[in-house]
C-alpha cells in the first residue's frame, strides 16, 4: 500500500515538473521572439513586453503554454 503511494505521488510530481518545464520553454519562446523580433533595438518596449508576459504567467501560468500544459 505505501509504495503504490509513493509511486503514484511520484508520478504526480513528475507530471508537475513536466507542465512546469513546458510553460518555462512556452515563456522563454515567448521572450526570445520579443526580443529578437526588433534585434534589441527599442529596449524599453521589449521590456514592457516581458514585463506583460510574466505578469500573465504569474496570474495564470497555463495562459503562456494554452492547452499544452
Given at each position: 500500500?505505501?509504495?503504490?503511494?509513493?509511486?503514484?505521488?511520484?508520478?504526480?510530481?513528475?507530471?508537475?515538473q513536466?507542465?512546469?518545464?513546458?510553460?518555462?520553454?512556452?515563456?522563454?519562446?515567448?521572450?526570445?521572439?520579443?526580443?529578437?523580433?526588433?534585434?534589441?533595438?527599442?529596449?524599453?518596449?521589449?521590456?514592457?513586453?516581458?514585463?506583460?508576459?510574466?505578469?500573465?504567467?504569474?496570474?495564470?501560468?497555463?495562459?503562456?503554454?494554452?492547452a499544452?500544459?
Amino acid at each position: 500500500m505505501i509504495s503504490n503511494v509513493r509511486r503514484l505521488t511520484q508520478a504526480m510530481a513528475s507530471d508537475s515538473q513536466i507542465a512546469s518545464v513546458q510553460r518555462l520553454q512556452a515563456l522563454f519562446l515567448k521572450l526570445h521572439a520579443i526580443v529578437s523580433s526588433e534585434g534589441g533595438k527599442n529596449l524599453v518596449r521589449n521590456v514592457s513586453h516581458i514585463l506583460a508576459i510574466l505578469g500573465e504567467a504569474e496570474e495564470d501560468p497555463r495562459a503562456i503554454c494554452g492547452a499544452r500544459c
